[in-house]
């Protein structure tokens, strides 16, 4: 089985700090991590992914991601918060290498306000 | 990236009417596409995982008679919901699996469609 968590319901930041949401996940195989951003009344769009390789991933909008196996999180984090970055974030995993189903599972996301 | 689009955004409907909403992969071919449901400020619900040429697989407790899937070609899946109610006003996203060439099979999702039923 596997499932992830999104413990915060929300983050606050002020514009120009930095942030981080948070995500940590459990499979039974080698994970496969996403991130997605979802704008009011608007679908999904992805922001970046780890399969294998660096622990460290760079995705869209100067949004990055670091995997830590030893603690299965994969936060989101930004160095440098905008007020368009306030949006619902979503975290997906899903069980890598064929094993599992291939269907990832979502996180109950999480809302990021960025204050001016 | 791949582009999938979603018909219509927004739905008004009268309680009993059906209402169709079209799912396509625009610069790929998918044989798998999914449906999910969004209540207000909530996560995506995982309704039926459509798949070309065979019949919806549905997660438990979503109505296969209420929400009709059908997936006719390798880039357009189509939601029916059947005798629309109330309490079926919601959004509605679809995705589209890619496969990747590092194999993770990403999803790539349409804008959404906001159905309201009077």
């Known amino acids: 089985a596997q499932s992830v968590a999104q413990p915060e319901d929300q983050v606050n930041v002020a514009e120009g700090n930095p942030l981080t949401v948070k995500c940590t996940y459990s499979?039974?195989?080698?994970?496969?991590l996403f991130w997605y951003v979802q704008y009011p009344n608007r679908g999904l769009q992805f922001l970046l992914k780890?399969?294998?390789?660096?622990?460290l991933v760079k995705g869209s909008y100067g949004f990055e991601a670091e995997f830590n196996k030893s603690q299965t999180s994969f936060h989101l984090k930004k160095p440098s918060a905008l007020v368009s970055d306030s949006a619902l974030y979503f975290c997906?995993?899903?069980?890598?290498?064929?094993?599992?189903?291939?269907?990832?599972?979502f996180g109950r996301g999480t809302s990021l306000i960025v204050h001016p | 990236g791949a582009v999938v689009s979603q018909h219509p955004s927004w739905v008004i409907c009268k309680s009993g009417t059906s209402v169709k909403i079209e799912c396509r992969s625009l610069?790929?071919?998918?044989?798998?596409m999914f449906w999910y449901r969004q209540f207000p400020k909530q996560s995506l619900m995982l309704m039926a995982t459509?798949?070309?040429?065979?019949?919806?697989?549905?997660e438990q407790g979503v109505e296969k008679d209420k929400f009709l899937i059908n997936h006719a070609s390798l880039t357009l899946s189509t939601l029916t919901v059947t005798s629309a109610h109330p309490e079926d006003s919601s959004f509605y996203i679809c995705?589209?699996?890619?496969?990747?060439?590092?194999?993770?099979?990403?999803?790539?999702f349409g804008e959404g469609s906001r159905l309201t039923v009077l």
């Open positions: 995705s589209a699996r890619a496969l990747a060439g590092d194999g993770s099979g990403e999803l790539f």
């Open positions: 499979v039974s195989g080698n994970p496969y």
């Open positions: 780890y399969i294998t390789g660096d622990n």
């Open positions: 997906a995993v899903r069980e890598g290498s064929g094993g599992g189903s291939y269907i990832p599972t």
């Open positions: 610069d790929f071919q998918a044989t798998t």
């Open positions: 459509s798949n070309e040429g065979s019949k919806a697989t549905y």
